[in-house]
């Protein structure tokens, strides 16, 4: 085993907001989000690099290719022969090692010396590559089906379109509403008492227990099987003001700030994680209507109205509830509902494949990493 301190060489540290990233542009530019999904035109550094973020959740990514960063990232060229994909591609697959670097309270932060402490396992070159080949191909594979659910996703936003026209514009003159007349109950782990008191009932462990305590990163991951904490039933009696069931929207607080899931039914005991926000809707709206239009270019203007903070961005219930909401004739929402339905069958298909593929790729790396 050989310490990443003695094999990288630390970059100096991006100046460029989380914020300034663009959906479309020439280079890649990574954020603390374990995903990435953002461009700049201009790029900060041209060689082979591991970019780890620093705040939030755990996330580490590798790139050949001339790219940027935001602030919240540490950048690490190979200081002589070390193979940084062979790195990134353990630490992938012991994510469990970044993740328990990461303290404080609220947002955590993982440190440069946490990271420049890890552990790399010593290989020859000819297995390197071998992983490293065959990890490749499992994720082209994996990126073509991803494909393919954009794709689902974008037919049902252009069907939202061609049923309700552009909401920028509302060219049907539907009823305009604020988001909290659509509310039946709104709440988040505050709900219960004061910080105080929360943080002496929150026993969140990793060892299955009576509820599921369910964080953003699962809704951002699409996990909620193997990435995921826990509480007894005495704290998730407690937090009934919380307690979730499937079908609200889940919205997050603080750092993606107003990006929202529709929670999944899991059938078993669930509580709402710290940062989040948990909305169960009346009659006035159905779920995958409201869900869409909240997701619509001018339904993420008006959530990104409603953020504040330049670095840790954060978004408020007070907040929230004043957003204007379209809402058309129930009959023609339910239609949509419908449609929703049809394309969520072949998307349950292609994740069904994604998941397959996903225990292939882990069952790879157990067999080179044990």
Same mark, same amino acid.
């Given at each position: 085993?050989?310490?990443?301190?003695?094999?990288?060489?630390?970059?100096?540290?991006?100046?460029?907001?989380?914020?300034?990233?663009?959906?479309?542009?020439?280079?890649?530019?990574? *954020?603390?989000?374990?995903?990435?999904?953002?461009?700049?035109?201009?790029?900060?550094?041209?060689?082979?690099?591991?970019?780890?973020?620093?705040?939030?959740?755990?996330? =580490?990514?590798?790139?050949? *290719?001339?790219?940027?960063?935001? *602030? #919240?990232?540490?950048?690490?060229?190979?200081?002589? $022969?070390?193979?940084?994909?062979? =790195?990134?591609?353990?630490?992938?697959?012991?994510?469990?090692?970044?993740?328990?670097?990461?303290?404080?309270?609220?947002?955590?932060?993982?440190?440069?010396?946490?990271?420049?402490?890890?552990?790399?396992?010593?290989? #020859?070159?000819? &297995?390197?590559?071998?992983?490293?080949?065959?990890?490749?191909?499992?994720?082209?594979?994996?990126?073509?089906? &991803?494909?393919?659910?954009?794709?689902?996703?974008?037919?049902?936003?252009?069907?939202?379109?061609?049923?309700?026209?552009?909401?920028?514009?509302?060219?049907?003159?539907?009823?305009?509403?604020?988001?909290?007349?659509?509310?039946?109950?709104?709440?988040?782990?505050?709900? $219960?008492?004061?910080?105080?008191?929360?943080?002496?009932?929150?026993?969140?462990?990793?060892?299955? #227990?009576?509820?599921?305590?369910?964080?953003?990163?699962?809704?951002?991951?699409?996990?909620?099987?193997?990435?995921?904490?826990?509480?007894?039933?005495?704290?998730?009696?407690?937090?009934?003001?919380?307690?979730?069931?499937g079908g609200e929207l889940i919205i997050c607080k603080i750092g993606s700030a107003g990006q929202n899931y529709v929670m999944p039914y899991l059938n078993r005991p669930v509580s709402l994680g710290l940062n989040q926000i948990m909305v169960r809707i009346n009659s006035k709206t159905i779920m995958p209507y409201l869900y869409q239009y909240l997701n619509t270019d001018y339904g993420k203007q008006l959530i990104e109205s409603c953020i504040n903070g330049a670095v840790t961005k954060?978004? *408020?219930?007070?907040?929230?509830?004043?957003?204007?909401?379209?809402?058309?004739?129930?009959?023609?929402?339910?239609?949509?509902?419908?449609?929703?339905? &049809?394309?969520?069958?072949?998307?349950?298909?292609?994740?069904?494949?994604?998941?397959?593929?996903?225990?292939?790729?882990?069952?790879?790396?157990?067999?080179?990493?044990?």
């Amino acid at each position: 085993m050989a310490q990443l301190k003695d094999s990288v060489i630390i970059q100096p540290k991006s100046r460029i907001k989380a914020g300034e990233g663009l959906n479309k542009g020439e280079y890649k530019f990574f *954020t603390s989000s374990n995903t990435q999904s953002k461009w700049l035109n201009q790029y900060q550094y041209d060689k082979p690099a591991l970019i780890f973020g620093t705040g939030g959740m755990a996330s =580490v990514h590798f790139c050949d *290719t001339p790219f940027s960063t935001s *602030t #919240d990232c540490i950048v690490m060229y190979a200081k002589g $022969n070390l193979n940084l994909e062979y =790195v990134y591609r353990y630490l992938e697959s012991h994510m469990y090692i970044l993740e328990n670097g990461f303290k404080g309270v609220g947002l955590k932060h993982i440190s440069k010396e946490y990271i420049l402490s890890i552990s790399i396992p010593e290989v #020859d070159s000819y &297995q390197q590559e071998s992983l490293i080949s065959s990890a490749r191909k499992i994720d082209e594979i994996i990126c073509a089906r &991803q494909n393919q659910l954009t794709k689902v996703d974008e037919l049902v936003k252009s069907m939202f379109i061609q049923m309700f026209g552009d909401p920028k514009s509302n060219p049907n003159s539907y009823d305009i509403i604020p988001f909290n007349d659509c509310v039946e109950y709104m709440g988040d782990i505050g709900s $219960n008492g004061a910080n105080k008191v929360v943080v002496e009932h929150l026993d969140m462990k990793d060892e299955e #227990d009576y509820a599921l305590m369910v964080r953003f990163l699962n809704f951002t991951k699409n996990d909620f099987i193997d990435d995921v904490k826990y509480v007894s039933k005495e704290a998730y009696d407690f937090f009934k003001k919380s307690q979730i069931f499937g079908g609200e929207l889940i919205i997050c607080k603080i750092g993606s700030a107003g990006q929202n899931y529709v929670m999944p039914y899991l059938n078993r005991p669930v509580s709402l994680g710290l940062n989040q926000i948990m909305v169960r809707i009346n009659s006035k709206t159905i779920m995958p209507y409201l869900y869409q239009y909240l997701n619509t270019d001018y339904g993420k203007q008006l959530i990104e109205s409603c953020i504040n903070g330049a670095v840790t961005k954060s978004i *408020t219930k007070t907040e929230l509830k004043k957003i204007p909401v379209i809402v058309p004739p129930t009959e023609l929402q339910e239609q949509f509902v419908t449609f929703v339905k &049809q394309t969520d069958k072949a998307k349950l298909v292609i994740q069904q494949s994604l998941e397959k593929l996903e225990t292939l790729k882990k069952s790879l790396m157990q067999k080179y990493f044990g």
